[in-house]
């Protein structure tokens, strides 16, 4: 039998070698002042996991207004943006909250996510993401459906143990023993689950942050190209012109 010293040693070890990287990736270094000003295209569906059982929740795209940011945070411009929530049971900020930005594996789920759930989240964005759900609408019928079932592909992936196949992950049963996992119902699963069998590493893949704080929801956006960087900074111009117009 083992005495309690080398117990403890062997635990103290086992901890600097899981617990401290995890613990050192999830230092931000940059922020972004947002608040939620509604939803993109979405639907209502219900979903266990993530804290919640049985519980309706808005699927789909969360608009966000940016209005300041340090470091990365500067990266998107001033105005809406696009998000996805990545943390069920927190609500969406009321008020301009000062969020800080993660890389997608290194954020507040830490080792829970790692870089292979987060490769196949930046695969499912990057094959899959439609530019068209996000803004104010009106959205049809198939982009909010679309829209819901993405987001339970990425709440599957979050919540659920790594199957041994992709092609294991369904939306509407809860694969993960004991507590955790997720399923959903009320949503097109088999849009989600056709996404989600897709995904063998080979897709393009979305340069992805997470928006972090702690008491409200938390959310995964995608970093601006610079050419949609430009036009929105031509796009912003234009309307300071036109309101400057309007104002002579």
Known sequence: ??????????????FFLVVLPCTSRAVPINTVNIVCTGNGANEIISVWGGGLDAVDVYAGVYMLDKT????????????????????????APEITTKYDVFPLEGGPLGC????VKADYIRE???????P???GSGPFTLQQNQQAAAFA??????????LPISPLKWDVK????????????????????????????????KADLRVFAYSGSQN??????EPVTIALLGIGGALSLLRRKRSAN
């Open 1 to 14: 039998m083992m005495n309690l010293t080398r117990i403890s040693a062997i635990f103290c070890a086992a």
């Open 68 to 91: 300041g940011g340090t470091g990365e945070g500067k990266i998107w411009p001033n105005g809406p943006i696009g998000a996805f929530c990545s943390e069920l049971s927190e609500m």
């Open 112 to 115: 829970a996510m790692g870089a």
């Open 124 to 130: 499912l964005w990057g094959r899959f993401y439609e």
């Open 132 to 134: 068209s759900w996000v």
């Open 152 to 161: 339970a592909a990425v709440w599957e992936i979050i919540y659920e143990d």
């Open 173 to 204: 049963v809860d694969g993960t023993p004991c507590t955790g996992g997720f399923r959903s119902e009320y949503v097109d699963a088999i849009t989600a689950n056709s996404w989600l069998h897709a995904l063998d590493g080979t897709g393009p």
């Open 219 to 224: 959310y995964i956006a995608e970093v601006p």
